[in-house]
């Protein structure tokens, strides 16, 4: 049983760890493949600052929320191990800002200590009159790409550095099911409209001083519109780009200097920061996670794909849930293949 | 007396703020900081500089929640202001845990500090050891660029600073008018004060710039304080002991209890560690006093004995000790005024 997953960002390697834990035993000719034409530290996952926050509002779309829950309980559990520093991943505290009063997020009771901010705080944020406190995660992809990666290496799991052309490209090497986890060039192997860029800039600062995440909110200008600081173990952080359908993968002035002044504005002491990078990337946007199954026709072949793309800028934040759901429908393949007995899971 | 001459020994968090705060109420004093030692060597500089008060047995709560207050201010003001990160001061967030419940759950400063309430059931899981917590924000000094900082601003003013060893404030009625007296520890040996003894306090500074959120048992004996640089991790509280040798046992004593705090600290590199005694009393000594000998008077204003809260309460007491000088001149003028009728 072959698989290949291709992508090798947050969630090609976060999807192929879950199927390969879970299956591995129970099917023993079980071989998983990775492909990509990017691996860390040059992935979308790699760019991003990697703290777990969802957007203001989950649009109803209650099954994206569980999924952001599952992958923040799945990681504070390994808040007790020593391999979370390999990991990139630790606890953080911080301030959502807004210039209006806004109703509580759907995710206010998945993170730690959420609360409201008093009067004081809101001294220290001249412009914003309302905002919430709360602890959180941070899961650098610096640390957690190279970490996912050497499970996979010990579990035997091999990489190809290829861009593929096709799903059929794989189908036809006797692959039997493929994990499409490609982010942004999901479009290149299947055209999808609903799938947009969604750009973003930032700057990468020396500002160890900063210990707390800081994101404002312009209701206005929509998520990402408006700038936010974010602490990491060695570098902050500095951004507030988002710009739907720009595919633009250069630094631009103009939004450095708009990233960079508004920042500063909100922390003065960054004026003092040394600028050590820059980089912009293309936040995968689509209205929903597309997770699900697809089986092509390819002769008298049945090939499975399961989509897993389409994170927008809660990559890191949903990662988990959404690995353990392509895992289920992997399972689900399995059984109808007659490849497993019964699912995985406590027998009756 | 037109500029009268003021003399702040020492030059820790205490004497280096005292000293500021005098140019501050009186500008057209002379001021001069004298001590045998400066950052990074003073004790202020072995400290984290974390702004959660100590509480003195003897000076009355009132007081000590004035001197935080004032200090809080202060400070918060610099760390929103475009020096925060020279001065070296920045807000940290965290959790102080108990092993069973405090009888007092609400410390006298806990509307000053942020965000101060009861941990929930959810954080608390983290401290399996632990059935009580409060999570707050306050703010961290850290030294040296606290001192460097309070340094520079007096050299901006005028103010002198003189390494050199005061054996006896006598030394010092000749070229000053008033003595200030900020040496901590030393007050032991320079004024002969005996209510005045060393608590040792080892700790680490360790390379774990993950560590973003400060966790302190509220037994005060473990801690992990995050600064800019390094996190400290402390600690201990030997009464008594005047050894500033560090020892192996504690050090390694003390990275166990952090590491059960805080699990991944197991990979801290660049483990420093360092020893300071904290000058503990049953009550801080701001206080004036005229010495006198052989019909000379030397008008003394001491501000020392601040412990294990000497951060917390700096900025405060610095202001009170201030305003002491401020008398002391007035005292000064008056006889002097008495003097020529």
């Known amino acids: ?348 | 007396m037109a500029s009268p001459k003021v003399a702040v020994v020492g030059a820790g968090v205490i004497g280096l703020s005292t000293a500021l705060c005098i140019t501050e109420t009186c500008p057209s004093c002379s001021v001069t900081v004298l001590s045998d030692q400066f950052s990074p060597n003073t004790t202020s500089d072995v400290a984290a500089g974390m702004l959660i008060p100590h509480t003195y047995p003897d000076t009355p709560i009132h007081r000590q929640r004035q001197w935080f207050k004032e200090t809080f201010t202060y400070l918060f003001a610099i760390s929103n202001s475009a020096e925060a990160s020279e001065a070296g001061i920045h807000l940290v967030s965290g959790w102080q845990v108990f092993k069973s419940t405090p009888r007092e759950e609400l410390p006298f400063w806990s509307d000053i500090v942020l965000g101060f309430r009861a941990m929930s059931e959810a954080e608390l899981l983290k401290f399996p050891q632990h059935q009580f917590g409060q999570a707050f924000t306050t703010l961290k000094c850290d030294c040296p660029p606290y001192l460097l900082w309070l340094e520079k601003r007096l050299k901006a003013t005028g103010t002198q600073m003189h390494t050199s060893k005061v054996a006896d404030l006598w030394e010092l009625h000749s070229e000053y008018d008033i003595v200030v007296n900020c040496t901590g520890m030393g007050a032991h040996q320079l004024v002969g004060d005996k209510q005045l003894f060393p608590v040792r306090g080892q700790v680490l500074k360790v390379h774990a710039p993950w560590v973003k959120q400060f966790i302190r048992d509220g037994d005060g004996l473990t801690y992990i304080y995050p600064g800019i640089h390094r996190v400290t991790l402390g600690g201990t509280r030997e009464k008594g002991s005047w050894s500033l040798c560090p020892d192996a046992g504690t050090t390694r004593d003390i990275f166990e209890r952090c590491c059960s705090l805080e699990p991944s600290l197991q990979g801290a590199r660049d483990i420093e560690v360092k020893v300071g005694l904290r000058p503990s009393r049953q009550c801080v000594r701001v206080q004036r006093e005229v010495l006198s000998q052989g019909g000379v008077k030397l008008p003394v204003v001491h501000n020392y004995g601040h412990g294990a809260g000497g951060f917390s309460v700096h900025r405060g007491t610095a202001n009170e000790a201030a305003h002491l000088v401020g008398e002391c001149i007035s005292a000064l003028k008056s006889s002097s005024s008495r003097a020529k009728l």
């Not at chain 1, 944020?125 to 640390?143: D, V």
């Not at chain 1, 999901?186 to 055209?191: A, E, F, I, R, T």
């Not at chain 1, 595919?247 to 631009?252: L, Q, V």
């Not at chain 1, 002769?299 to 934040?317: D, K, P, R, S």
């Open chain 1, 1 to 348: 049983m072959r698989v290949a997953v291709i992508g090798a960002g947050v969630i090609g390697l976060s999807s192929a760890l879950c199927i390969h834990e879970q299956f591995h035993g129970l099917v023993p000719s079980l071989e998983l493949e990775v492909y990509a034409d990017h691996f860390t530290p040059h992935t979308t996952s790699d760019g991003a600052a990697g703290l777990w926050q969802p957007y203001l509002s989950d649009h109803g779309n209650l099954q994206e929320t569980l999924w952001n829950k599952e992958t923040f309980d799945y990681l504070l559990g390994h808040m007790h191990s020593p391999a979370s520093k390999e990991m990139g991943l630790f606890l953080i505290s911080g301030y959502n800002l807004f210039t209006e009063p806004v109703p509580d997020p759907a995710w206010k009771n998945i993170v730690l200590g959420f609360r409201n901010l008093t009067p004081k705080e809101l001294e220290l944020f001249p412009g914003y009159s309302y905002g919430w406190f709360n602890t959180a995660l941070m899961l650098e992809g610096r640390s957690y790409l190279p970490w996912l990666t050497n499970r996979l290496t010990q579990r035997g799991v091999k990489f190809f550095h290829k861009k593929i052309e096709s799903f059929q490209e794989l189908f036809s090497q006797g692959v039997d099911v493929v994990l499409n986890c490609s982010g942004m060039r999901s479009g290149d192997l299947q055209p999808d409209p609903e799938l947009q860029p969604g750009r973003g800039q930032i700057i990468k600062v020396l500002a160890p001083w900063v210990k707390h995440f800081i994101i404002t909110h312009d209701l206005k200008s929509g998520i990402y519109n408006s700038p936010y600081i974010i602490p990491g173990s060695e570098f902050t952080v500095l951004g507030g780009i988002y710009q739907h359908g720009n595919w633009s993968e250069e630094n631009s002035a103009k939004d450095h200097k708009s990233v960079w002044d508004s920042c500063c504005r909100l922390l003065p002491a960054l004026q003092e920061a040394r600028i050590v990078d820059e980089w912009s990337g293309l936040r995968p946007a689509r209205r929903s996670v597309r997770l699900e199954r697809e089986r092509i026709r390819l002769g008298n072949l049945q090939a499975e794909v399961i989509h897993n793309y389409g994170h927008g800028g809660f990559g890191i934040t949903i990662h988990w849930g959404c690995a353990m759901a392509a895992a289920r429908l992997f399972g689900s393949i399995l059984q109808e293949k007659k490849q497993l007995a019964t699912p995985p899971g406590p027998r009756l």
